[in-house]
């Protein structure tokens, strides 16, 4: 008999009151993660399933908390029903934030969970109990400073914990799912926020990257403000559009670029980010987003905790950990 394939993996489901928003991040060295761990319906919940994941936990935990089971009774119907539950590990946080996570007496060390006030961190093959401490304690510092960037504070949260070592073997992928009333394109289903990284050799800040891009793409960029090129404006869009391929990678100095041929490098290059209507090259003006988009494209990570987490850890003020398996 072949050894099983072993994946660890990290999660975070959390509720936001005040944007009534439910979300996963979850990381692990597991070819596309986000396929398999984190599952959410507006106004119900969240849930992160995984650890010889079984994904049916995923859309029955959903199910039974649309009917208004509290998550500990919603773990206690699942897991009674399924003979691998040694092997799985989940966290559920409902509609009200309340949460409840397990960790089953088989899963690889190390194993555990933390709970707080609207939110769950489970994870399993960890590098110590210390990463379950970052993600959370960073989850809520990144809450007290910010009242509206609850993906930020996700993502934030896994950066931290994969500072304190994260899963033991490395890294491979990464996901974001938040989801809301109306969320999703033009209202027409709840997920405003679903990104993946399915393979990467530093998914966290892959994932950091799209949704700087998602949140750039998202706002509405009909009227925005158009400026002229200044001399640094035009050394910065000639570099950032030689990187990308839309003017030639060597040649002349930046400053030798005539404004007419970088105007149209940055026209061909807005309409295939479908915003044509950031350059006027008739005015010789650009909106100042299309360098941001420009920058996205031509990425570089920043530090792992994006200014978010506290540079000693806080204090533990909420929630408690679980340091070893739960039966």
């Known amino acids: 008999m072949r050894p099983p394939i072993l994946h660890g993996t990290f999660s975070i489901a959390a509720y936001d009151p005040g944007t009534q928003s439910w979300g996963v991040a979850t990381q692990s060295k597991y070819l596309a993660v986000g396929a398999v761990v984190p599952w959410a319906r507006a106004g119900v919940g969240a849930v ?70 609207g939110y769950t961190c489970q994870g399993n093959m960890l590098a110590s109990a210390d990463v379950l401490a970052a993600l959370a304690e960073t989850f809520e510092h990144a ?33 974001l799912l938040v989801v809301r009333e109306r969320g999703g394109p033009q209202g027409l289903n709840d997920r405003a926020i679903d990104l993946r990284v399915d393979d990467h050799p530093a998914p966290i800040d892959a994932l950091h990257r799209l949704l700087v ?37 060597t040649g002349s100095s930046p400053a030798a670029i005539p404004a007419t041929e970088l105007l149209h490098a940055l026209a061909r290059y807005a309409a295939d980010e479908e915003v044509p209507e950031y350059v006027d090259v008739s005015a010789r003006q650009i909106a100042p987003a299309l ?33 070893g398996p739960v039966p």
Not at 59 to 73: F, H, I, K, T, V
Not at 145 to 164: C, I, N, P
């Open 48 to 117: 992160a399933t995984q650890s010889r994941v079984n994904v049916a936990y995923g859309p029955a935990s959903l199910d039974r908390l649309a009917q208004g089971q509290a998550p500990e009774a919603v773990l206690a119907q699942i897991t009674a029903a399924d003979p691998g539950r040694n092997w799985r590990q989940v966290g559920i946080v409902d509609r009200h934030g309340r949460t409840a996570n397990y960790t089953g007496a088989k899963c690889f060390p190390w194993a555990g969970a933390r709970a707080g006030e």
């Open 213 to 249: 891009l998602h949140r750039e793409r998202a706002v509405p960029h009909d009227n925005r403000p158009h400026s002229s090129l200044s001399p640094a404006t035009h050394r910065h869009a000639v570099e950032l559009l030689r990187l990308l391929g839309y003017l030639p990678a």
């Open 291 to 323: 360098l941001d988009l420009l920058r996205l494209r031509a990425y570089v990570p920043p530090h792992p905790t994006w200014g978010l987490a506290p540079k000693t850890p806080p204090p533990r003020r909420r929630g408690g950990t679980t340091g």
């Open 143 to 175: 809450r007290d400073r910010s009242s509206d960037d609850f993906a930020g504070w996700l993502v934030a949260a896994l950066a931290a914990a994969q500072a304190a070592g994260g899963d033991r073997r490395g890294q491979q992928s990464a996901a």
